[in-house]
């Protein structure tokens, strides 16, 4: 019997072996989820259910005393995004002997963005206690821990009133503030109990600003008016660059529970 030997030419069998390592390649790169990136947000912690979805915690900077906006993306087992769930926050401060929450916006998701977003009023830094962020999806509740650093300027405060409501008023985040007439946004909420601060809706807010290092006002403000869900926005008007501070009377009714709430601006 004959033997006829067959000889494959070298590039033949590299163009082969590059197909077949293409085709692995491919493959295995369809089982890898991959990992979200959002463009100018930091990444905070991760929450990873039984079900292996994920829920990543996003902001747009470290997170400080104050209303701090929280951005949310929720990805299934396969990586693939889930926008038509309900996710709540609850975030809890844990002083060794005693534990609190504080004012929270439940996400919602953002068509836009892609992402859900809400909000949670952290009211003092970290220190040598803990904050942690509860995420609760479905069933299932994960805790995240994350660090609250001092903010350089007061954004937000308590107040008890005469009514004997504690009143918590927090500055919302918005766009850099200018010399002119800016738009504004505050939250107000009421301590219910240690952990429970619903928003409060049935407010008349008067604005004054200072300028405290010049002595002086500006005119043609525009008092805060609610809107919903605690939100409260007007117009303050900036004469010139430097330290403001925004001076706010509440009244219910009429009658005036709060006499000088104040926030601190530089800009």
Not at 54 to 66: E, Q, R
Not at 107 to 124: A, C, D, L, R, S
Not at 136 to 164: C, F, M, P, Q
Not at 216 to 237: A, F, M
């Amino acid at each position: 019997m004959l033997y006829q030997k067959i000889y494959f030419p070298m590039n033949k069998v590299f163009l082969c072996l590059m197909a077949i390592s293409l085709v692995f390649a491919s493959c295995k790169k369809e089982n890898v989820t991959p990992e979200p990136f959002i463009p100018n947000k930091i990444k905070l912690a991760v929450a990873t259910f039984s079900n292996a979805e994920k829920i990543t915690l996003w902001a747009n900077d470290s997170l400080k005393t104050g209303f701090q906006t929280l951005y949310l993306t929720y990805t299934s087992a396969e990586g693939n995004p889930i926008n038509n769930a309900s996710i709540k926050l609850n975030p809890v401060m844990d002083m060794g002997t005693m534990k609190h929450s504080s004012p929270v916006v439940q996400p919602v998701y953002n068509p836009i963005t892609k992402m859900y977003e809400g909000g949670i009023v952290f009211t003092m830094a970290s220190g040598m206690n803990a904050w942690v962020v509860n995420v609760t999806a479905g069933d299932e509740t994960r805790s995240l821990s994350v660090k609250i650093n001092n903010s350089a300027l007061k954004t937000t405060g308590s107040y008890v009133g005469t009514d004997g409501i504690n009143y918590q008023v927090s500055l919302v985040p918005s766009k850099a503030f200018f010399v002119g007439l800016n738009d504004f946004q505050i939250l107000i909420n009421k301590k219910e109990t240690m952990m429970s601060f619903p928003a409060v809706d049935n407010l008349e807010i008067v604005l004054s600003p200072e300028m405290p290092s010049m002595g002086h006002s500006s005119p043609n403000n525009v008092n805060p008016v609610n809107t919903e869900n605690g939100y409260y926005k007007g117009k303050v008007n900036f004469t010139m660059t430097g330290n403001w501070r925004l001076h706010f009377k509440l009244k219910n009714e009429g009658v005036v529970v709060v006499e000088d709430a104040t926030i601190d601006i530089l800009f």
